[in-house]
């Protein structure tokens, strides 16, 4: 399972911890399944905690709150994130600034 998908998801749960399984593939772009695996292990790693809530009298649903380890873990993980989106920014920048300078040379 991917850093991403687990930052995703505890950046998505942190904002509305209601969310249905369902909500939160799709939001994610993937699977129930694949949802599910995730919560699953966001779980085990002590990140996210459930709790019971009543949607409705018929129905029982889930809240999925971020504990302390969850809020820090998710701040290591925006970290590291940021400091890899940010190289790729800089290797992009340096190639486009090549392919720039090619295409000048090109034109002339």
Same mark, same amino acid.
């Given at each position: 399972?991917?850093?991403?998908?687990?930052? @995703?998801?505890?950046?998505?749960?942190?904002?509305?911890?209601?969310?249905?399984?369902?909500?939160?593939? !799709?939001?994610?772009?993937?699977?129930?399944?694949?949802? @599910?695996?995730?919560? $699953?292990? %966001?779980?085990? $790693?002590?990140?996210?905690?459930? *709790? @019971?809530?009543?949607?409705?009298?018929?129905? !029982?649903?889930?809240?999925?709150?971020?504990?302390?380890?969850? %809020?820090?873990?998710?701040?290591?993980?925006?970290? !590291?994130?940021? $400091?890899? $989106?940010?190289? *790729?920014?800089?290797?992009?920048?340096? *190639?486009?600034? %090549?392919?720039?300078?090619?295409?000048?040379?090109? @034109?002339?």
């Amino acid at each position: 399972m991917s850093d991403e998908r687990h930052l @995703n998801a505890l950046r998505l749960l942190e904002e509305k911890p209601e969310m249905t399984q369902r909500e939160l593939a !799709a939001a994610l772009g993937v699977s129930v399944g694949a949802a @599910n695996y995730c919560l $699953k292990a %966001l779980v085990e $790693k002590g990140w996210v905690k459930l *709790e @019971n809530f009543q949607r409705s009298k018929t129905k !029982a649903r889930y809240l999925y709150v971020l504990t302390p380890s969850g %809020l820090a873990g998710k701040a290591r993980l925006t970290t !590291a994130f940021l $400091k890899r $989106k940010l190289q *790729e920014h800089e290797r992009l920048s340096a *190639e486009i600034r %090549l392919l720039q300078e090619e295409a000048q040379r090109s @034109n002339l």
